[in-house]
């Protein structure tokens, strides 16, 4: 660990929480169809779709048909994904002649990136055509992070309204977010991306002539000299930047953001790690400012907070270790070399970088990597594996991560009610039965997936076993993070095994389907019977949600639910390849 | 539903041609014009031949040459198959995997640690100063060249850290090898 490590995770820190006061007063405009300076430029657009999709742009849903809007546009654009893979092969824009993709990741991507997982079992650049990662893959990155923001203010305004039957219109929602928030963002960040070396054009991939050329060793003892190197080029650059803006994650190369043409420099990683933060930390100040009570809204984003600023001390502190089985080896920390666990990183990022990216990208649901993951020290692994369980509500994925947060605040305040023996109260909403059992479903859907799944897996040697790259505990670590992963919609993966088989192709594409749609529902659910109620004023007995005692309370439920739900999975898993590994076991 | 799945489906066609097509094409437009080295992958030329990019790294094995990191990207530095090698830390391929490294670098004191640990890209262009460093009694004595001369050249090629803050400071190898093989050889 170094005083620059920690000076740039401080900075990262303190932009996130500067920049979300502006980002999310803006949002407020859009959402609640004010002024905004893009008006002259975003308007005509707006009302241009309108019309074309014949939307009535004033007419307001019940939870119900908002719902119903929801998921019948998810399933449109899921199969034209997925018919577009299948026939890549006669399409444009296939500079590699790739043949179409087979049905069953054609199916796990489609699904991946519909509900903004963007889990890969496939390599992209031998994988997708230029079209398909453009047409295909980029465009579920707008609409999957904007259905994410239109869900959270749909949810937003269930709380904000009272005695009313809608909760808003996803069109228009759905609309103004990309219009407004998405598009423009994501333009700004793809050509500060291009001018650091991110690439973006549509080459055929590159040949160059190696330096040195090598020999390699070939099978039965032969070997051969290697005098080229194959460059994979591309249009990244725009999709690099909707995939952090929108949370998303879904890598343009294998090697996702360590790829040096996705991120090429220390600045377009401080960057990219800015740009998954900041929506979701700006939706906090949305929150707020919709529900009339600001500090509610900043009482949220410090509970968000501390468990980030946690995860990330924890995991960078863990990365800096020296490995206890590497001998002849230089591991610490000096003026030259950044130290700690290096392999699977790389060295314009260091540790300090590594693990802040890895902190960043699991506390919210998206999944991009600088640094790959399955190469942690256990500890260090710990981290992003805790972070997803924990249900991606520490900032979160776009609009996601801020309606995950919202039902533990419903069980916050529901404890707390409990605790002083009064019917609780949110915001003035009495949280009653029916709020609690759809909180709970919200919350119960989530590891009974997850661990069900890996269950399963584990008694399957040949299916679910043979497939690990790595064994002993590190083995579980891997099926636990793939199922944590795909059902949390994260999208990051323990990477070195091979998940291109249809046992996990189809479990977790069913993991990620029930992992967003069904836990969208009971959320709506909440927000449309929210929305209902009355306002009862606040009084001497209400539990106010606007101090640091609330913020203690809902990181301590959080913790609490996560801990009781994956604390025996996790002690088997990295846990105990810590203390194997630290007693001289490999496996 | 009917009428929400027709308004699902226009709006779907309708935002493709926008986001999947309009965007992408935007952003290259306006790369092209401002930034056209970057947007093509700072393709490097030397006598008229594509020898590499300078954000991707390239294989250096032998003594001439610094060394790059070990690589887990296709046979080593493919840069059409980046990836990293998803070992665990207590894994024992890793450790024999390091250990033999350590046997190739193996100098003057411990070997700095990323010089046996692959990227996570299997592309990293860069070495850490204290890899470069370790490697320059080798490469001087392999040229011919005096230690010092050789030192010259890497202290010359440590990229230090973005805005004297960000990332760690580093030394991209096929730009310091490339420069290695423009001095004039003495053997």
């Not at chain 1, 590699?96 to 699904?111: E, M």
């Not at chain 1, 591991?331 to 666990?341: L, R, T």
């Not at chain 1, 069904?518 to 449309?528: E, R, T």
């Not at chain 2, 805005?163 to 490339?178: C, D, I, K, S, T």
């Amino acid at each position: 660990m170094s005083l620059n490590g920690w000076l740039q995770i401080l900075l990262f820190i303190a932009l996130v929480l500067l920049l979300a006061q502006p980002v999310g007063s803006y949002m407020t405009l859009v959402f609640e169809r004010r002024r905004t300076w893009l008006d002259g430029v975003c308007g005509p657009v707006e009302r241009l779709l309108y019309r074309l999709a014949g939307i009535d742009a004033d007419y307001e849903m019940r939870w119900t048909e908002y719902a119903v809007a929801m998921l019948v546009f998810s399933a449109v654009t899921l199969v034209l994904t997925y018919l577009m893979e299948r026939l890549q092969g006669i399409l444009p824009l296939n500079t590699q002649h790739l043949p179409g993709v087979p049905a069953d990741v054609a199916l796990n991507t489609a699904i991946s990136f519909t509900t903004n997982t963007n889990w890969q079992s496939y390599v992209p650049e031998t994988t997708m055509s230029y079209l398909t990662q453009m047409v295909g893959l980029a465009t579920h990155n707008f609409w999957s992070a904007a259905v994410g923001l239109a869900l959270a203010i749909a949810f937003v305004r269930g709380i904000a309204r009272r005695e009313s039957s809608t909760l808003g219109n996803f069109w228009v929602d759905l609309t103004r977010a990309t219009l407004w928030v998405l598009l423009p963002m994501s333009l700004v960040l793809a050509i500060a991306l291009v001018s650091q070396g991110v690439v973006q054009n549509f080459r055929p991939y590159d040949r160059a002539t190696l330096v040195e050329p090598q020999r390699i060793a070939g099978s039965g003892g032969q070997s051969s000299t290697m005098t080229t190197q194959t460059i994979a080029q591309g249009p990244v650059a725009s999709q690099e930047a909707i995939k952090m803006l929108g949370t998303n994650g879904g890598g343009f190369f294998n090697a996702n953001s360590a790829h040096p043409f996705e991120n090429p420099t220390p600045l377009t990683n401080f960057l990219e790690m800015l740009a998954i933060f900041l929506l979701p930390a700006g939706l906090t100040v949305t929150l707020g400012q919709i529900v009339g009570s600001p500090k509610h809204g900043r009482a949220v984003l410090a509970a968000m907070t501390i468990l980030f600023a946690v995860g990330v001390m924890a995991c960078y502190w863990a990365e800096s270790q020296p490995n206890p089985l590497m001998h002849g080896v230089a591991q610490g920390h000096s003026e030259q070399q950044s130290g700690g666990n290096m392999e699977g990183k790389e060295v314009r990022f260091g540790v300090a970088n590594s693990a802040l990216f890895a902190t960043v990208t699991t506390d919210a649901s998206c999944g991009a990597v600088n640094a790959m993951h399955d190469s942690f020290t256990p500890l260090g692994g710990l981290v992003p594996m805790v972070n997803i369980l924990l249900g991606e509500i520490v900032f979160g994925g776009v609009g996601a991560g801020l309606y995950g947060m919202l039902v533990f605040v419903v069980i916050a305040v529901f404890i707390a009610g409990l605790m002083v023996g009064r019917t609780p109260e949110y915001l003035g909403k009495k949280i009653e039965s029916y709020d609690v059992q759809m909180s709970m479903l919200y919350l119960l859907i989530f590891p009974l997936v997850i661990l069900g799944f890996a269950a399963v897996s584990v008694m399957m040697p040949s299916t679910g076993l043979s497939v690990l790259a790595n064994k002993g505990p590190h083995g579980l670590s891997e099926i636990l993070y793939a199922y944590a992963s795909a059902t949390g919609n994260n999208g990051s993966a323990f990477a070195g095994s091979n998940w291109n088989t249809h046992w996990y192709n189809y479990s977790t594409g069913v993991a990620m389907f029930i992992g967003r749609f069904l836990m969208i529902v009971p959320m709506l659910a909440i927000a449309g019977n929210l929305a209902r109620k009355k306002i009862v004023p606040a009084s001497a007995g209400t539990f106010p949600v606007t101090t640091p005692l609330f913020t203690l309370l809902l990181v301590g439920v959080i913790v609490v639910v996560g801990a009781l739900t994956f604390f025996p999975a996790i002690s088997l898993g990295p846990v105990l390849e810590h203390l194997l590994l630290h007693a001289g076991q490999t496996f | 539903m009917k009428k929400q799945i027709t308004i699902a489906v226009l709006y779907t066609l309708l935002t493709t041609v926008l986001l999947g097509v309009g965007y992408p094409l935007a952003v290259t437009a306006v790369a092209r014009l401002l930034f056209h080295r970057q947007a093509d992958g700072e393709l490097i030329m030397r006598d008229g031949h594509l020898v590499g990019s300078a954000l991707i790294g390239q294989p250096f094995t032998g003594p001439r040459y610094f060394h790059s990191r070990p690589s887990a990207a296709g046979a080593g530095y493919d840069a059409s198959a980046s990836s990293g090698s998803n070992l665990a830390a207590s894994s024992k391929a890793l450790l024999d995997r390091t250990e033999a490294s350590v046997a190739v670098e193996k100098n003057d004191g411990p070997v700095p640690v990323d010089l046996v640990t692959a990227s996570g890209s299997g592309l990293d262009p860069d070495i850490t100063p204290a890899a470069a460093f370790y490697q320059v009694a080798r490469v001087a004595a392999a040229r011919g060249l005096p230690v010092q001369v050789v030192e010259d050249l890497v202290q010359k090629h440590v990229t230090e850290r973005q805005f004297g803050l960000l990332g760690e400071p580093r030394v991209h190898v096929l730009e310091l090898n490339l420069a290695l093989d423009a001095m004039a050889p003495k053997s």
